[in-house]
């Protein structure tokens, strides 16, 4: 039976892999935040799990406004880092695992969830920024990933509840699984961020707090959140925190908190990371 290891959200700014890329995580500007970021690649390196499932949202990479599935999910053995307008990012291609995106698939599927399938999808960085952010810059990734894209670009996105509910269905599909494996999730975007408009740069610490607290204490609280919410308060792209349920609804009911780091500004984001596990595991 394949089992999660627990759970990452984190923020996907570009302009994080963009230290990465260039060698600038020690600088006045970016320490804080990388220093922040240790203890979760300590936590990754001890859990090694085999297979990330990594929730994200496609800038118009993938995916152009003539095509807006809800929710993606990559069954492919390989995804390579998308083209976002100055070349792709040179970090390694991404390894998939087909026999379980397709378990996962089929499971969601029968179980109301109608997952678009994806054959091809070049992968942004809404996906690859948080494996930077969990491993650095290693040769290979040391783990395969099941790409989960969620549109949160056009409007309608889904509910913070329907994401939960996908998280709850994403769990019984892993737990059914026949395969032994070790599965960490991650739900990537946020926090507070607005990219444009008359509030651009806005940012909201006492939001971004309550999610934080809100998903080990109460994430059904988290759920009835309306997404019209979301935007007044976590900014328009603060709605990417939705993507943050979906990995907190794989982790079942009781879950604790492992990790935690905040920091403003990065780019012109609030840039949060928390690292939940079940309650009572561990392993
Ligand atoms: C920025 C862009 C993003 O796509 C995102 O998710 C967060 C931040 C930015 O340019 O700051
Ligand atoms: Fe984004």
Sequence with gaps: MAKFVGGIGTSHV?????????????????????????????WI??????????????????FSLELIPT?????????????EGYGPRKVPSVE?????????????????????????MPVDHGLTVPLSIAFGQPEAWPCKVIPLCVNVIQYPPP???????????????????????SVAIFGTGGMSHQLQGERAGF?????????LDGLSQDA??????????FIEEAGSEGIELVMWMIMRGA???????????????????AAGLIILEEEGDKS
């Design 203 to 211: 940012l909201n610490p006492e939001f971004d707090t309550m999610f």
């Design 251 to 269: 982790l079942g009911e009781d879950v604790k908190e492992t990790y935690r780091s905040y920091h403003i500004p990065a780019s012109n984001t």
């Design 159 to 181: 509910s913070a509840r329907r994401c939960l509910n996908l998280g709850k269905v994403i769990r019984e599909a892993v737990q059914c699984y026949d395969e032994d494996v």
């Design 14 to 42: 570009p302009a994080i892999g963009a230290a990465v890329d260039h060698g600038k995580t020690q600088t006045d500007y970016w320490k804080p935040l990388f220093d922040g970021y240790e203890p979760a690649r300590e």
């Design 71 to 83: 929710f993606a999910i990559g069954v492919a053995d390989t995804f390579e880092p998308a083209d």
């Design 96 to 120: 998939g695992d087909a026999k379980l995106a397709w378990h996962i698939a089929r499971y969601a599927i029968e179980h109301d969830f109608d997952m678009t399938i994806a054959n091809v």
């Design 220 to 229: 059904e609280k988290l759920a009835d959140i309306p997404r019209q919410t």
């Design 45 to 62: 390196k001890e859990k090694k799990p085999d297979v990330a499932i990594i929730v994200f949202n496609d800038h118009a990479s993938a």
